[in-house]
């Protein structure tokens, strides 16, 4: 039996090939999820105070033992502190690493990540200039700042990019290179003159996640959702697209649509992820590649195992840096840099096969 597509026949093995690692990628959903659920119940375990692990599971876990947690203060560490950092951490991860993962399809460039037209470097100024500003403003003005200086450069670089109605690939890309070396230019003077601010705003330029609160996570959970959402949705066109233009056009996919909505997308997600916790570097490249590599490139699957993979990643990268030296901290864009990167390189190297 064959399957005739564009046609062009696809020989029935290579199709019972392609079903199998499907159901594998969808049992690779399942098993991650669960992963992602233990990741948080260990993290939540540990920091500057060690609380064991059976409280945690009493606290969060309560159908599973009838014990109650007589500390109070074990209860305000978890619920107050620990908890609303780890869900920010695996809100940021998975938005990173899904805006990554389509960004790699959208420009078919295994080089592209989130930061790629400039929303870092737009991110960045803005929360400079509310590090700097000389009155007295609301801390909550600053993740405002951030997300508006984020959105106001990726606009900047459509606009640039745009050709009509169409909008290249190269042009995005090289106008993103532009306008964010521009803005990192201005956000290093800025950093100069600020004085003793200086060693705050580059903490937070590293990525950080101890000012974490559930004000915090109510704020950023809708954005970041809808943006993963609305890329998930997009995942067969993203799949016809890796063909080239032409051939999706005849296919029937309105390219310059997606791409705009992709892009979108892409950018109230990860301008979400990035207005509270700073730049964190690496999770968008590395992660989808490495889901890549070992589920296949389909993104149905590609998709939402790199939200889930992603996740997982910056919970346990920020576990260390808040552990390590505790009670001082790391920023984690440190950390995700030393495990991530020669993870992944190990990884590349020991499969010999091609990624991308």
């Not at 290179?177 to 100069?192: M, P």
């Not at 974490?212 to 704020?219: E, F, L, P, T």
Request: charged share 10%.
């Amino acid at each position: 039996m064959e399957l005739k597509i564009a046609n062009q026949s696809i020989p029935a093995k290579e199709l019972r090939q392609y079903r199998l690692r499907f159901h594998k990628g969808l049992i690779a959903i399942a098993g991650f999820s669960f992963a992602l659920v233990g990741v948080v119940l260990i993290s939540s375990a540990f920091g500057s105070t060690h609380i064991p692990f059976q409280s945690i599971l009493n606290l969060l876990l309560p159908f599973i033992s009838s014990d109650n947690v007589d500390s109070a203060s074990i209860s305000t560490i978890v619920f107050h502190v620990r908890l609303p950092r780890i869900i920010m951490a695996g809100l940021v991860g998975a938005a990173l690493s899904t805006a990554g993962a389509a960004y790699q399809g959208m420009f078919r460039n295994p080089l592209a990540d989130p930061y790629l037209t400039g929303i870092s470097q737009g991110a960045a100024l803005g929360a400079v200039v509310g590090f700097i500003l000389p009155y007295n403003i609301p801390v909550a003005l600053i993740p405002i700042l951030s997300f508006s200086g984020a959105v106001l450069c990726v606009f900047a670089v459509y606009s640039i990019a745009r050709v009509g109605t169409t909008l290249p690939m190269t042009t995005l890309i090289l106008a993103g290179v532009a306008i964010g070396a521009f803005l990192a230019a201005i956000t290093s003077y800025l950093i100069i003159i600020s004085g003793d601010r200086a060693h705050g705003i580059i903490f937070w330029l590293l990525g950080t996640f101890s000012l974490a609160d559930w004000w915090q996570v109510s704020i950023m959970t809708p954005y970041i959702l809808l943006g993963i959402v609305i890329i998930c949705l997009y995942a067969r066109p993203l799949n016809v697209m890796q063909l080239d233009d032409d051939q999706a056009r005849q296919l029937g996919i309105n390219t310059e649509k997606v791409k705009l909505i992709i892009l979108c997308a892409a950018t109230v997600a990860t301008a979400a992820a990035v207005c509270f916790c700073g730049i964190i570097g690496f999770i968008g490249i590395i992660v989808p590649h490495l889901v890549r590599i070992l589920f296949g490139p389909d993104y149905r699957l590609l998709l939402p195992l790199s939200a889930l993979t992603g996740a997982i990643f910056l919970i346990s990268a920020d576990t260390i840096s808040r552990t390590m030296m505790a009670p001082s901290e790391i920023p984690v864009g440190i950390i995700t840099a030393i495990i991530g990167v020669p993870f992944f390189l190990y990884v590349l190297r020991t499969r010999k096969k091609a990624v991308f």
